[in-house]
């Protein structure tokens, strides 16, 4: 994963990242200071981590300053402790640095360990900085997804005893496509997207663990879009475009599937084919309204005009009358048969 910002930890912080593998530290609070990402400092564990919570985490919040928040859990897993990676970016503090931030938390994760990171929240008041906030949280990321028009309808049938499928082509594709489940922080990233915390999300599927993984998270412009694509490997993108059109302001997600030929194998060509509208309706049940889905080769596809003809396409209002072809020429008279009578 490239560094968004080029900012990355410094030595003091790649240190203490490796000490709190040893389950006596708590929490710590890093900034960005200097263009580097630094400790501010941190506790040890006294109790439970629910005690602890609101004991160390409301203090290290400042008002319109942005920073990142490791807490640790008390559970494990098979590579140690698991964390809690909170980001406070309060609505008040300078756009610059907000954008800084959330582009710099994939970096932070990768210095950090993202395997041991088990939750993410983005929190932008401080109702959600303390150990009620995080669980209401969790009751959000815990909550059944709204059903869609369609699946209220079925539903309704169900109830009423009505079978759907009924008709003479009644039969229901088992092939449909695969759902791979998504990760932790790949929800937490749809999420900071309807927050606009990013325009931008990459998501890849992990071939061995059959999942769906968030790969990158960014604030990015138009221009960097293309770089963004990977040149030998699949792909799936969101990305807020942000346009005019007939004079109103707009920001259209565009879901990008981008699959690079042959340049990579046919497991991977195939599992990203068929897990691409399963994905896709996950994410809409979330509440993202994609407004126009495309695929590309490469990245240098996404300009500007490609996107915006894709959601607006031009309306050809002199389409032509639809004229008969000529019949082969040197073909020769018709011929003419009797209907034969019958007796």
């Not at 930890?9 to 580097?36: T, W, Y």
């Not at 401080?126 to 059944?144: I, M, Q």
């Not at 639809?322 to 209907?339: C, E, L, S």
């Amino acid at each position: 994963m490239s560094h968004q910002t080029g900012i990355q930890a410094n030595e003091e912080l790649l240190k203490f990242f490796s000490k709190c593998r040893d389950g006596k530290i708590r929490v710590a609070k890093v900034c960005i200071e200097n263009e580097q990402l630094t400790l501010s400092t941190h506790q040890q564990v006294k109790g439970t981590w629910e005690q602890d919570f609101d004991k160390y985490v409301p203090p290290l919040i400042v008002d319109d300053l942005p920073c990142y928040v490791l807490y640790r859990f008390d559970s494990t897993n098979s590579l140690g402790y698991e964390w809690l990676l909170l980001s406070w970016s309060p609505d008040s503090a300078p756009v610059r640095h907000k954008m800084l931030y959330a582009s710099t938390k994939a970096t932070l994760k990768q210095e950090f360990g993202s395997s041991h990171i088990k939750d993410e929240m983005h929190a932008t008041t401080k109702d959600e900085v303390c150990l009620k906030g995080y669980k209401a949280h969790l009751s959000g990321v815990a909550a059944p997804a709204p059903l869609t028009d369609r699946e209220e309808a079925l539903k309704e049938l169900h109830q009423s005893g009505q079978d759907p499928n009924y008709g003479t082509d009644a039969r229901q594709s088992t092939m449909g496509g695969i759902s791979f489940p998504i990760t932790e922080s790949a929800k937490q990233g749809i999420l900071d997207l309807q927050r606009g915390s990013y325009n931008y999300l990459q998501f890849k599927i992990d071939l061995e663990e059959e999942e769906i993984c968030l790969a990158k998270a960014a604030i990015i412009t138009l221009a960097e879009l293309p770089a963004q694509v990977p040149a030998n490997e699949a792909r799936y993108h969101l990305y807020i475009f942000k346009h005019t059109h007939e004079g109103d302001h707009l920001e259209s997600i565009v879901f990008i599937y981008s699959m690079p030929g042959y340049n990579c194998s046919i497991k991977e060509r195939m599992m990203y084919s068929s897990c691409k509208g399963q994905f896709l309706e996950l994410i809409e049940k979330m509440g993202v309204e994609v407004t126009k889905r495309v695929g590309v080769d490469e990245g240098k596809e996404l300009t500007e005009e490609f996107l915006y003809d894709e959601i607006h396409p031009k309306v050809n209002l002199h389409r032509p009358a639809f004229a008969k072809p000529k019949g082969p020429p040197n073909r020769g008279a018709k011929r003419i048969t009797k209907a034969q009578s019958t007796q």
